[in-house]
């Protein structure tokens, strides 16, 4: 108790003196104060509070899985071994922390059932007060790099366990430093979701079942051979195995641990299962069959697939990689054999929250349930969740496998009956999809608008890329001087809103040879994720080079580091037709209106340079419109306290055509083909043969991007007639199918058929039909009717005859009588 005053005593303390000095981040972080700052920027703009860090907190690791039990250190706060640390997670959920040997805080990280950015508030004195402020990123299993959760080795295995020939000893390993212990002990943990679908009642629930095995070394692999469990326990389908310190009672929520992703617990259902796993399928299949016809159909919600892989890796606005079929990463698609590559609709639909997985064969073609067992499937439960998380359907991962996983293991895994699956998760074809319109800025800037009209605008200051009032998306672009002396600029930063998300900003590192991500402000590490859920937005960095953005609306942000130059691609969805307007133009389809000053006013002539400059510089951001960062004095005085064009600057409108030139000669080499202008400008006005280098490689990249995303026909998917089959499941425009019958059947209608430029197949409905011959039937039945007449008459004539004869007899012998 004395120990606990002491830290309480120590805390106000500090805070008292903080307070007399009028520089305080108590209760304040993200604030801007009169004397100093508590905002994120303060650190490189060297005005922060004294005691910003101590109270506005960093955690390293800053991310874990969603299952909790990450162990992380809060970086740069005061404490002393009384401390008594309670960590809060969202507003309401408590982890007890400690203080290490070195005497820093440390959290442990709850079981969560949502993914992204969390609150957390920390106290010192078990509760009494929260006064250190932060954020912990909670990351979906399948998201989370392998590093950081424990491996089912062989995981097929772990999930097909009990089904014919598959038996024997299970394995499982972990980095040993995820649970800080000698000992431990391997917990199953199940999942279910209980209640009513789709009303209040519906929820999800983790819960501790039972302990595999109990204190072992902490060595990082374990091994066994499973039974099945308890009958109390066996029910239980899906779930984890935990890995975590020995010291902690059974089951002991939110402790330091290992977990594996979700899966099958096919090697601990019960003994009916071993003993024929087809038919306890079977029955569990048809139950989920049931349950499907009682739940309304989410189908009609969800967008369509994209027809092509090339279309569906380049519209990376509604779609991105499934990292359970990725091409860059070998093409291992469990669920779906014959594909080589998945995507998945980034948002989940609005009303039931339902997912779209879209999946394509080494040919680029979509590949369809109704033709093969690893096609394309809807889910009634978004793999990735959507907010507001929590329950079902949007709890990430979980809702899915229960409505869309274990059911598929039920029907087609573990028995032979996809066709109950597919009736409830047939494929979407790509008839009503609709590929996004994209525009780009690159080099020492050169602009390809929607429509397709380019230019090069050389403006020095902030511009708006794009605005759209109807979907409240506005892009910002900032450019500066390439150097001091050369009178050219390129884009060295974008910022992004669509109302009412965060604030996304990407720009260009000191040197150059980097790209930093800002949200609201704040800078973001991927150091640890590629992926990060915000709000109303999505961000993708793999590399330092390589950043996407994600909005809800469907539109996309690529930005690419080429050469120290940020190529900016924006893709935006068929509904942002018509409400359009900045440096890329009005997106309608007509390229004679695209250069619209800010005022109104149609450019002329695209090809007079000083009147295009004119249309640039009326697009310059007012002060209160500006989503950019100023976190630095450079960054201050020549934007923030400046006009957002900077009418001193003039740029070279035309290039410079010289034969003495020393650039000449690598211009003539590397600037060739479409789009040789941006190519020369930037080698002979920026100086940059590597530059130059660059924006041809950006504007190529764009006239692919263009191709890829073209509007390809589908006539949609072709039946093979009963009693028949066919050849051929690619159904876009100029595709055939081969169309034939089984033995003992003849085939009418046509045998080939192509799709046409109309999406409507050629020929007519094929139809296998029994062989008939019907000559051969009426000859037969005239024969026949003429055989019948014919021993008709012939036994008529018999008779008469007969009875003549017995006539004639009888009048002999009657005149013999006589």
């Not at 095995?213 to 779930?239: C, T, V, Y």
Request: glycine fraction near 8%.
């Amino acid at each position: 108790m004395m120990e606990r005053f002491t830290a309480v005593i120590f805390f106000l303390l500090v805070s008292c003196i903080c307070r007399i000095s009028g520089q305080t981040c108590e209760g304040s972080c993200g604030e801007k104060l009169d004397s100093c700052s508590c905002h994120s920027t303060c650190t490189s703009l060297k005005n922060c509070c004294t005691d910003y860090k101590e109270y506005c907190v960093e955690a390293f690791p800053y991310s874990g899985s969603m299952f909790g039990g990450t162990d992380f250190i809060v970086l740069d706060a005061s404490f002393n071994k009384s401390s008594e640390i309670l960590c809060r997670f969202n507003g309401n959920i408590d982890t007890e922390g400690y203080v290490d040997e070195n005497s820093r805080g440390h959290c442990i990280s709850p079981l969560l059932y949502e993914t992204g950015w969390v609150p957390l508030h920390i106290s010192s004195d078990n509760g009494t007060t929260f006064s250190r402020v932060g954020a912990w990123l909670s990351v979906h299993t399948g998201k989370l790099d392998a590093q950081f959760k424990a491996t089912l080795v062989n995981s097929t295995k772990w999930q097909y366990y009990g089904t014919p020939d598959v038996g024997g000893f299970l394995e499982m390993t972990w980095n040993t430093s995820l649970v800080r212990a000698e000992r431990v002990n391997i917990e199953v943990w199940g999942y279910r979701e209980t209640g009513k679908p789709y009303t209040d009642t519906w929820q999800g629930e983790w819960r501790y079942l039972y302990s595999l095995a109990k204190d072992q070394p902490n060595n990082g692999s374990f091994s066994f051979l499973p039974k099945p469990a308890e009958s109390s326990f066996s029910s239980w389908e899906l779930g984890s195995l935990r890995i975590g310190p020995s010291t902690d009672p059974d089951g002991t929520r939110n402790v330091q641990a290992a977990w594996t992703e979700d899966h099958a617990l096919a090697w601990h259902l019960e003994e009916r299962f071993r003993q024929n796993s087809t038919v306890w399928a079977l029955e569990k299949c048809l139950a989920w069959d049931q349950l499907e016809n009682q739940l309304p159909n989410f189908l009609s919600e969800i967008i369509d697939c994209p027809c092509t892989l090339a279309q569906a890796r380049a519209d990376t606005g509604r779609f991105h990689t499934d990292y359970g079929c990725d091409i860059e990463k070998g093409s291992v698609c469990t669920y779906h054999p014959g594909c080589v590559h998945c995507v998945r609709a980034i948002q989940a639909s609005p009303t039931y929250a339902a997912g779209q997985q879209c999946c394509y064969d080494s040919t680029g073609a979509q590949v369809l349930t109704t033709d093969s067992i690893g096609g394309s499937t809807p889910d009634r439960a978004h793999d990735w969740g959507s907010p507001p998380f929590q329950k079902p359907p949007r709890i990430p991962g979980q809702s899915h496998w229960v409505y869309d996983v274990l059911s598929f293991y039920y029907c087609c895994l573990w028995s032979d009956n996809c066709y109950y699956y597919f009736k409830h998760r047939p494929s979407s074809d790509c008839r009503r999809y609709q590929p996004p319109s994209s525009a780009v800025v690159f080099g020492d800037p050169h602009f390809i608008t929607f429509d397709g009209v380019s230019y090069s605008f050389n403006g020095n200051g902030e511009y708006t890329l794009m605005t759209s009032t109807k979907k409240w998306l506005t892009i910002q672009g900032r450019t500066e001087p390439v150097t001091a002396t050369i009178k050219a600029t390129k884009l060295t930063a974008v910022a992004m809103r669509e109302t009412p998300s965060d604030v996304i900003e990407v720009r260009l590192v000191s040197g150059h040879n980097g790209l930093e991500v800002l949200q609201n402000q704040k800078t973001l590490s991927f150091s640890e994720q590629s992926w990060m859920d915000l709000q109303g937005v999505f961000v993708f960095s793999p590399t330092s080079t390589n950043v996407t953005v994600m909005f809800s609306s469907g539109a996309g942000v690529e930005v690419r580091l080429r050469e120290g130059t940020m190529t900016t691609t924006v893709l935006l969805p068929e509904e942002f037709k018509d409400s359009t307007f900045g440096l890329l133009g009005k997106m309608n389809g007509d390229a004679r209106d695209d250069l619209v000053l800010s005022n109104g006013k149609l450019v002329r002539n695209v090809s007079n340079p000083e009147e295009v400059f004119s249309f640039g510089a009326s697009w310059a951001v007012s002060n209160q419109s500006a989503l950019f960062t100023y976190d630095s004095e450079h960054l201050l005085n020549t934007y923030c306290y400046a006009p957002r064009h900077d009418v001193t600057f003039v740029p070279v409108f035309s290039v410079p055509e010289s034969p003495d030139d020393p650039l000449a000669n690598q211009t003539l080499e590397i600037c060739t083909g479409e789009g040789a202008q941006y190519c020369r400008y930037d080698i002979l006005v920026g100086r940059s043969p590597r530059m130059g280098n660059a924006t041809k490689v950006s504007f190529q990249s764009h006239i692919s991007l263009v191709e890829d995303l073209k509007q390809v026909i589908s006539c949609g998917w072709l039946s093979p007639p009963n009693n028949g089959k066919k050849e051929g499941t690619t159904y876009l425009q100029g595709a055939k199918v081969q169309l034939s019958c089984d033995d003992g059947y003849t085939l009418t209608g046509s045998a080939e058929r192509i799709c046409q430029e109309n999406g409507r197949w050629s020929g007519e409905d094929t139809n296998c039909v029994v062989p008939s011959n019907l000559a051969g039937i009426v000859a037969g039945s005239v024969l026949g009717a003429v055989a019948l007449i014919v021993i008709i008459t012939t036994l008529v004539l018999l008779s008469r005859k007969q009875r003549r004869r017995a006539a004639s007899l009888g009048e002999v012998v009657t005149s013999e009588a006589f």
